[in-house]
């Protein structure tokens, strides 16, 4: 099942999840949801991760992003395991190595769209040029607005440009569209393609959308907390001709 982590450890590897285990709760309520999770993923993959509700994908996503801390294993995110960083260590991992997006955007909802990308500029030594990524993402135009006066996939694009102002080396996407319509789906998933080829960044995306590990390298699908498909996929797909 899980060959490939063994394979792969070449110099291309990014992060190398090694019997990754994961809980909640103590005695007879303990509810195991990560039990052995062995993978790895490389620089600049869009990965995708599957697997029905309560699988373990958000979890696993946010032991990636220094959110939780495993029970036990090690994750290596480039030089480091962030599986043995300090509580100051890993706010500094995330300041500097990722980006969030999430299917409800987050927005501030007070910030304009360009003030919105500004907090994520914030907190990085280095920035990309705001102007460039108003550009890019399609919200010049929009860039004096606030959230609520634009549409749901402007806001997605607008939480997009505050994850990849900090120009992370990984970007972690829950459900990036599940709160968008077809059209605007397939929109914000050719932004997320551009942005991937434009950046280089690794990109792990969790999602319920089928369509979307045809523009995948890398496909992980979890089934009660274990790893149960890990596929590299030679066939993409450009974002712009799937359909579902
Ligand atoms: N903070 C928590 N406390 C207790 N149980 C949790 C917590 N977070 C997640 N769980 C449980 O872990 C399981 C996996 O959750 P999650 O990773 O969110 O799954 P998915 O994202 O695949 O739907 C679920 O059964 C959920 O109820
Ligand atoms: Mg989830």
Not at 28 to 54: R, W
Not at 73 to 100: A, M, N, W
Request: hydrophobic share 35%; proline share 3%; with cysteine.
């Amino acid at each position: 099942m899980n060959a490939r982590a063994t394979v792969q450890a070449s110099e291309a590897s990014f992060i190398c999840a090694s019997d990754v285990c994961k809980s909640y709760g103590q005695a007879d309520a303990k509810v195991c949801v990560l039990s052995g999770i062995n993978t790895t993923i490389n620089h600049g993959e869009i990965c995708v991760l599957f697997g029905p509700s309560g699988s373990g994908k958000s979890t696993f996503l946010n032991l990636l992003g220094g959110l939780e801390a495993a029970d036990s294993g090690s994750i290596q995110v480039g030089d480091q395991d962030i599986t043995q960083l300090s509580s100051k260590q890993l706010v500094e991992y995330r300041r500097k190595e990722l980006g969030f997006i999430f299917q409800f955007y987050n927005l501030i909802p007070d910030l304009t769209i360009r003030e919105n990308i500004e907090v994520g500029a914030h907190v990085s030594q280095a920035p990309l040029p705001i102007d460039d990524l108003l550009h890019n993402l399609g919200l010049w135009e929009h860039r004096n607005k606030f959230p609520n006066q634009v549409s749901g996939g402007q806001q997605q694009r607008c939480s997009i440009g505050r994850a990849l102002v900090k120009n992370p080396r990984l970007l972690l996407c829950d459900e990036p569209t599940g709160a968008l319509d077809y059209k605007t789906s397939k929109e914000i998933l050719q932004l997320m393609e551009q942005v991937n080829r434009q950046y280089g960044c690794t990109m792990i995306i969790v999602t319920h959308n089928d369509a979307i590990k045809r523009m995948s390298h890398h496909i992980l699908r979890l089934h009660d907390g274990c790893i149960v498909e890990d596929q590299m996929n030679t066939h993409l797909v450009p974002a712009m001709d799937l359909e579902w």
